[in-house]
């Protein structure tokens, strides 16, 4: 890669400042950026939410070569920490890590929420008139998020259709 074109930087933001850097490096400076979210299902006054948030908090990727006028640009943009270095020198992100995260992001740069947990495995429900009941996921239900999970009870097997959420997972 040739200077001109530049390289990656992992820039680091004040807290919850990343939107803030976004809209002003690309309205003010116009350097190429990259700021990864992750999808995720949270619980909150007993309904899953749905949010975005940033995949690494309080970080974002900037393209840009050192000598350019981007680099003052990048550095004293409102809500900019500093660029990652050693020091005072900068140390540059290699493409191939910031192309592998690009490739498991959506439009957006949004990574899709996916659930860890695997049919077959031991859980433990964590919410809901269940709650503390131990079971075994059986398999994704017919709505998003939703899943069968197999609970012995009064000594037969139920299948209960729970939020993904609602779970956790018990190391054997």
Request: some cysteine; charged content about 25%.
């Amino acid at each position: 890669m040739s200077l001109a074109s530049g390289y990656w930087y992992a820039v680091q933001t004040k807290p919850r400042c990343e939107d803030q850097v976004v809209f002003w490096l690309q309205h003010r400076s116009r350097v190429p950026l990259f700021l990864p979210k992750l999808e995720s299902i949270r619980r909150w006054r007993r309904q899953s939410v749905r949010r975005v948030e940033a995949l690494f908090p309080s970080y974002l990727f900037v393209r840009m070569a050192i000598e350019s006028d981007q680099w003052n640009a990048v550095r004293w943009a409102p809500g900019v920490k500093r660029i990652v270095g050693s020091g005072d020198v900068p140390v540059p992100v290699p493409d191939e890590a910031v192309e592998l995260i690009k490739a498991r992001c959506q439009d957006g740069g949004v990574m899709p929420w996916k659930p860890q947990i695997r049919p077959g495995s031991q859980v433990r429900i964590v919410y809901g008139p269940f709650a503390g009941l131990v079971g075994v996921l059986d398999r994704q239900a017919s709505r998003a998020e939703r899943v069968c999970v197999l609970l012995n009870l009064l000594r037969t097997a139920a299948t209960v259709e729970i939020d993904i959420v609602d779970l956790e997972e018990i190391s054997a």
